[in-house]
């Protein structure tokens, strides 16, 4: 993905104020909107980079997060998962620039609108995340009632002109000497309104569909990780496009691996013997079993690393490391027969001392005999 600098595509310095960011947004959103350039695909595309851009550096928390991490920080799990093209953001925003620009004459009715962005969870094994899957799931999406074709008005039916405003979507009040222009709020300024309402969709000319969503999960995925599917959030409005789908990862814990960024680590337990003595051990990864030799005197605690058998990153090739931890097990029970050799193992030591010269006890009870 070849993304702009969020900063360079609204031509502001990367210290611009709140107010500098708005007022560059508003100016560009005017000159690349779509229904000022035809639908030119160049400029609708703009026109998202614009949107997503302002989304970003308009909010404090993200922008501080683009700050820290760049394009990354999506991945940082920074976006919050809200819609970037949703209602909120689209509606508020441009609805905003247009009744400024278009002194709000335009109906919405007749306003192309991107759909909004939806997010579904979708959980994943430790394998599955690590080594990349092919995942089919369902999701909930709106989509124009196909019993109605979206208008809202029963079958038969065709919506009317809105009763309170003539169609015009505005009602005029006098306010002293002054005639203030309001939204109709009996049709929401579309004009329109619904007398006989589609049984389907309730009037709202929208319904919710179950669609099947097949998805290549990439490797190196973690927990709240953010995949987005074009196009397959809401149904846009009027011919808008649709929102996007985002799809948050959830990361099952694994039974043997734990993750830490790109390492894997891994506790393993060997016993007092093996790491007095040395040994040999199979150790499993993601990649199948390896061995791994513990050195002679091994202490428990002490880390080894296994290179390259670690989580790799979908954007870049690096791979992590698995970093095996070793810890000495004490048995809880044992023989009689076992009793008596570690009883015997210790008088040897004691009579050695326990790192074959004098242990420290030893040493502070010398000098006290002195
Ligand atoms: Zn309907
Ligand atoms: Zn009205």
């Known amino acids: 993905?070849?993304?702009?600098?969020?900063?360079?595509?609204?031509?502001?310095?990367?210290?611009?104020?709140?107010?500098?960011?708005?007022?560059?947004?508003?100016?560009?959103?005017?000159?690349?909107?779509?229904?000022?350039?035809?639908?030119?695909?160049?400029?609708?595309?703009?026109?998202?980079?614009?949107?997503?851009?302002?989304?970003?550096?308009?909010?404090?928390?993200?922008?501080?997060?683009?700050?820290?991490?760049?394009?990354?920080?999506?991945?940082?799990?920074?976006m919050g998962h809200e819609d970037i093209f949703g209602s909120t953001v689209f509606e508020d925003l441009i609805g905003d620039v247009f009744s400024d620009f278009f002194g709000g004459r335009r109906?919405?009715?007749?306003?192309?609108?991107?759909?909004?962005?939806?997010?579904?969870?979708?959980?994943?094994?430790?394998?599955?995340?690590?080594?990349g899957a092919d995942k089919e799931f369902t999701i909930k999406r709106t989509v124009a009632c196909t019993q109605c074709s979206g208008t809202g008005a029963r079958t038969g039916t065709k919506p009317s002109v809105c009763r309170a405003c003539h169609g015009s979507g505005q009602i005029n009040y006098r306010q002293g000497f002054l005639t203030v222009t309001k939204t109709c709020h009996a049709c929401n300024g579309s004009g329109y309104e619904i007398i006989d309402k589609c049984k389907e969709c309730n009037g709202t000319g929208r319904v919710l569909k179950e669609e099947k969503i097949k998805l290549h999960v990439p490797s190196g995925v973690d927990t709240d990780s953010v995949l987005r599917i074009q196009g397959k959030g809401s149904e846009g409005y009027n011919g808008g496009p649709a929102g996007d789908l985002h799809v948050v990862t959830k990361v099952k814990e694994h039974a043997l691996f734990k993750r830490e960024e790109q390492n894997i680590i891994l506790d393993m337990f060997i016993s007092y013997a093996q790491a007095v003595l040395g040994d040999t051990i199979k150790i499993p990864t993601l990649y199948g079993d390896e061995e791994l030799k513990i050195p002679v005197g091994t202490d428990s605690g002490e880390t080894f690393v296994l290179k390259h058998k670690g989580i790799g990153n979908p954007y870049d090739s690096r791979k992590g490391?698995?970093?095996?931890?070793?810890?000495?097990?004490?048995?809880?029970?044992?023989?009689?027969?076992?009793?008596e050799i570690l009883k015997e193992f210790d008088e040897i030591t004691k009579a050695y001392g326990r790192t074959g010269s004098k242990g420290l006890f030893d040493k502070v009870k010398d000098l006290f005999q002195q």
């Open 107 to 131: 109906s919405s009715r007749s306003r192309k609108f991107r759909g909004k962005d939806i997010e579904a969870e979708l959980d994943l094994t430790f394998e599955e995340a690590v080594m």
């Open 321 to 339: 490391d698995q970093i095996v931890r070793v810890h000495i097990e004490v048995p809880k029970h044992i023989s009689d027969r076992q009793k």
């Open 1 to 78: 993905m070849n993304k702009r600098d969020y900063y360079e595509i609204l031509g502001v310095p990367r210290d611009a104020t709140d107010a500098d960011i708005k007022k560059a947004y508003r100016k560009l959103a005017l000159q690349h909107h779509p229904d000022r350039t035809n639908g030119d695909k160049g400029s609708e595309e703009k026109f998202k980079e614009i949107n997503e851009a302002y989304s970003v550096l308009s909010n404090q928390e993200k922008r501080s997060q683009y700050d820290t991490y760049g394009h990354n920080f999506e991945r940082m799990g920074g």
